[in-house]
Every structure is written in structure tokens, then in C-alpha cells.
């Protein structure tokens, strides 16, 4: 491994990058950071050997301990660069943060410190102000963590969920933090485009092409030219209709209704369903060839009810949003039934139902009373559970539990013994296990 002598000369290399970085060891202690870091996000003191779990999260252990994927050991694990997006602390609070690991390696071909590049995204926000995509749940950040990726191409992107999951929200934050964000974006409803239609609407017509026809027509595929073509619920679109879709994608051309001339299509295209394509793929309801075509990448938009954790910020943003002459808030009892309620109609219906309340309400505080009717609980019912997916056995939903609590407890020992409900001798007895348990991993 080098000697610390040799980290002045890393340290100075990082203030060439434009981006914020830091230099860490494999102890997952900071070494050095550069110049866009200590601007961004404040100066550290390396003196007191922070760990970078310590600094991005406020954890008390490394990140894969509290629940979170840790890019530092899976890139030590798997020998290779590692990608992922997390909610960091910052100066002006907690934001998503693309986090990029890349290995160092000695003169013996071993690791010996990562390079990690942080780079803010402006696909989503975790904050209540934030506009557009809001959350900071797992589910919503693995969604936001595909959209950054794929919004740097031009690859087609299919984006699949229920409705009022906020599918014209992602496309939109697709196209915004793409290159293609100067361009236009052009949403186009397919479930509202008729067979006699569908033609005129995206490709135009030429003057006295038919009845009616009194103009030159621009289609919306040409509105779309330099920028991005969102077709929403592209599963409604009519069996007949869809080769002359395919058609446009393969040849990236097309003629207005009427005219000669083939036009060239230039956007990049984001399409949405609710709808289970592959199903209809099978029951010969949608061409086989159009969906391979527009699922190069496909991004699942996880319902409300998996984000159960988002519900305090989303409830918080939305009534930002709906504005109003009176700032309103929910009653803690209030907010304990929107967390206890389904959401059939995901986002959309929180909406609703919060713009609905506000009306009702006379005051400021919104009761249960002014929520619908199937909303609305007896009693504080207890939040989602931590834990979601497959069944494990209880030993490992523990220990897992006590990782995470550990990670996010700064008091003393007795009094987590205390809040745990388990004698301090007992709690000791669990901390140990741990322990011996982490060392085997």
C-alpha cells in the first residue's frame, strides 16, 4: 500500500476535477478532499479521521449496516467502479447525490484508497420545496437512481405503474436532465388518439390533404425536433395503428398526411403504461416487434402504498403546492390515516384528497374528519413495517434491525437498551452477537 506520504500529491490531484470528490481509505475514512467538496459541502477536518458514513448520512457504522447500499464495499468486493444514488447531508440539507466509487489501486495491482465523485442530481427532490419528483423512501430512490442513468443517453425509455404513480413527472425529469433540455417536450395522450386521427395528429397534414384541411398542419412528431416525445399509455394505442408507430421508430422518418416528401424525426422518445405489455405481447394485443423497440429501458414507478415513508414529505409538498390563502398542515391523527391508507390512486389521489381537505377545513389544521370517508382510521395505526419483500428468519430481521438501529442512535448504550425494551445485560449479550456475526460477513 502507499505510504501517506504520497496523499498531498492525491489530495492536489482531486481539486483538477470538476465535480466534488474525496479521497478514502479502506478503513472508510476520509483522507482528502477537493476544492468543489469544501465549496458544496463545507470544509472537514481531517484530522479527527471521519469516516465518510459519519460525514454523508450522520451514521454511527458504515452504510450497508443501516440499510443502505454501500458503494465502497461492493466496488472492494467486486474489484470494479461502483454507481449508486443516496441522500446526503449538506449544508443546506439532505439532497440525492449520484455517488460514483472508483478504486485505487498500489504498484501491487491491490486497492489501496477510492476515489469517490459526488454529483447532485436535479432529476428529484427530498426536500418539501422541492417541485416536480419528491421523495426519499428506498423504492423512490432506486427509481430516481435509473433516471439519472439513462437520462445522459438517448435510449428509449418505457416507464411502467399504476396510475398516479407521476409517469409524466419522471418523463419530465427524464427530459429535463438530459442533453436534450434546451428542446421541446411533447407529451401526446394515446388513449385520446382516434384511428382516423392518429396520423394527422403525429405526423401532420399537408394542406387539402382531406376534408377540412384548410392548412399546412405541423404533427407532433415535427414539435417534437431537437427534443423528447412522451406517449402516455402507449398500451391504448389500436393493434392497427402500432406499425406505423414502428415504422417511424425504425426508419426515423415520416411523410405528413398528403405530402411526398419524407420528413426526418429527430426526438428522443419516453413512453408510459399502466398497462402489463409483456402480458399483451403474449395475447397478441400489442406487436412484439414495438415492444422490444420501446423497452430498452424500463424504469418501474413504485405505488404509493411501497413508499409509505414518503408519505409526511409528500402530504407536506403537495400542500405547499396547492397554495392557497391559508397555510395549511395536518393533525398528527390525520396523517396516522393517510399512512394507514391504501392509495389505490397512488400520488394523484394524495392530491386529491389533500386538495379536497383544504376546502373543508376552517382552520388551518386538517382533521380526519375532512378526509373521505374510506380514509379515515379509529386510531393511530403503526406505520409501514421496516422490513418489506421476502420472508427471513427472525434471527436476521434482528440483527438487521439492530444494525440499523445502531446507525442511527447517538446516545448512550443504557438508554437504547431502555428504548429497545430489554435489560442492558441482555442488549449487551445482542451487541456481541452482532459483532461476531459482522466479523464472519
Known amino acids: 500500500m502507499s505510504t501517506p506520504a504520497t496523499l498531498p500529491d492525491l489530495g492536489a490531484m482531486l481539486d483538477a476535477l470538476p465535480h466534488p470528490?474525496?479521497?478514502?481509505?479502506?478503513?472508510?475514512?476520509?483522507?482528502?478532499?477537493?476544492?468543489?467538496?469544501?465549496?458544496?459541502?463545507?470544509?472537514?477536518?481531517?484530522?479527527?479521521?471521519?469516516?465518510?458514513y459519519?460525514?454523508?448520512?450522520?451514521?454511527?457504522?458504515?452504510?450497508?449496516?443501516?440499510?443502505?447500499?454501500?458503494?465502497?464495499?461492493?466496488?472492494?468486493?467486486?474489484?470494479?467502479?461502483?454507481?449508486?444514488?443516496?441522500?446526503?447531508?449538506t449544508p443546506l440539507g439532505e439532497e440525492h447525490v449520484d455517488v460514483e466509487t472508483l478504486p485505487i489501486r498500489n504498484s501491487d495491482g491491490a486497492i489501496a484508497y477510492f476515489l469517490e465523485i459526488l454529483r447532485q442530481t436535479d432529476a428529484g427532490s427530498s426536500?418539501?420545496?422541492?417541485?416536480?419528483?419528491?421523495?426519499?423512501?428506498?423504492a423512490f430512490?432506486?427509481?430516481?437512481?435509473?433516471?439519472?442513468r439513462v437520462a445522459s443517453s438517448d435510449a428509449t425509455v418505457l416507464l411502467l405503474g399504476e396510475s398516479g404513480t407521476g409517469k409524466e413527472l419522471a418523463a419530465r425529469a427524464v427530459h429535463d436532465t438530459s442533453k436534450r433540455t434546451n428542446g421541446p417536450f411533447v407529451p401526446v395522450d394515446c388513449s385520446g388518439l382516434t384511428e382516423t386521427l392518429f396520423e394527422s395528429e403525429l405526423f401532420g397534414h399537408e394542406k387539402g390533404a382531406f376534408t377540412g384541411a384548410h392548412t399546412r398542419k405541423i404533427g407532433l412528431v415535427e414539435a417534437a425536433r431537437g427534443g423528447t416525445l412522451f406517449l402516455d399509455e402507449i398500451g391504448d394505442i389500436p393493434l392497427a395503428l402500432q406499425v406505423k408507430l414502428l415504422r417511424l421508430l425504425e426508419t426515423g422518418t415520416f411523410r405528413r398526411v398528403g405530402g411526398v416528401e419524407p420528413q426526418?424525426?429527430?426526438?428522443?422518445?419516453?413512453?408510459?403504461?399502466?398497462?402489463?405489455?409483456?402480458?399483451?405481447?403474449?395475447?397478441?394485443?400489442?406487436?412484439?416487434?414495438?415492444?422490444?423497440?420501446?423497452?430498452?429501458?424500463?424504469?418501474h414507478l413504485?405505488?404509493?402504498?411501497?413508499?409509505?415513508?414518503?408519505?409526511?414529505?409528500?402530504a407536506e409538498s403537495l400542500l405547499l403546492r396547492l397554495g392557497g390563502e391559508r397555510p395549511m398542515r395536518l393533525h398528527a391523527e390525520t396523517l396516522n390515516c393517510l399512512r394507514s391508507y391504501r392509495f389505490p390512486g397512488n400520488v394523484r389521489e394524495?392530491?386529491?384528497i389533500l386538495e379536497r381537505a383544504s376546502l373543508l377545513a376552517d382552520g388551518e389544521v386538517i382533521l380526519p374528519e375532512h378526509l373521505p370517508t374510506e380514509c379515515r382510521c379509529g386510531e393511530a395505526r403503526p406505520t409501514p413495517p421496516l422490513f418489506a419483500g421476502e420472508v427471513q428468519p427472525l434471527r436476521e430481521v434482528e440483527r438487521l434491525y439492530l444494525q440499523w438501529v445502531l446507525a442511527r442512535h447517538h446516545g448512550d448504550k443504557r438508554a437504547l437498551a431502555k428504548s429497545l425494551g430489554v435489560s442492558e445485560r441482555t442488549f449487551y449479550r445482542k451487541l456481541q452477537a452482532l459483532e461476531e456475526s459482522t466479523q464472519a460477513d
Open 21 to 52: 470528490a474525496v479521497l478514502i481509505g479502506l478503513d472508510y475514512r476520509v483522507l482528502a478532499a477537493n476544492v468543489a467538496y469544501r465549496e458544496r459541502y463545507g470544509e472537514l477536518d481531517l484530522r479527527k479521521g471521519l469516516h465518510c
Open 54 to 89: 459519519q460525514v454523508s448520512h450522520h451514521y454511527s457504522r458504515p452504510c450497508d449496516q443501516a440499510g443502505e447500499t454501500c458503494p465502497l464495499k461492493n466496488s472492494l468486493e467486486s474489484q470494479q467502479p461502483q454507481r449508486v444514488l443516496h441522500l446526503h447531508y
Open 127 to 138: 426536500r418539501v420545496e422541492g417541485q416536480g419528483l419528491v421523495g426519499r423512501s428506498k
Open 141 to 148: 430512490n432506486q427509481m430516481l437512481g435509473l433516471i439519472e
Open 264 to 299: 426526418q424525426a429527430d426526438f428522443r422518445l419516453i413512453c408510459a403504461t399502466h398497462r402489463e405489455l409483456a402480458a399483451m405481447v403474449e395475447e397478441g394485443a400489442f406487436r412484439r416487434d414495438l415492444y422490444y423497440r420501446i423497452s430498452a429501458f424500463p424504469i
Open 302 to 314: 413504485p405505488p404509493l402504498r411501497e413508499r409509505g415513508e414518503d408519505i409526511p414529505l409528500l
Open 350 to 352: 394524495l392530491r386529491n
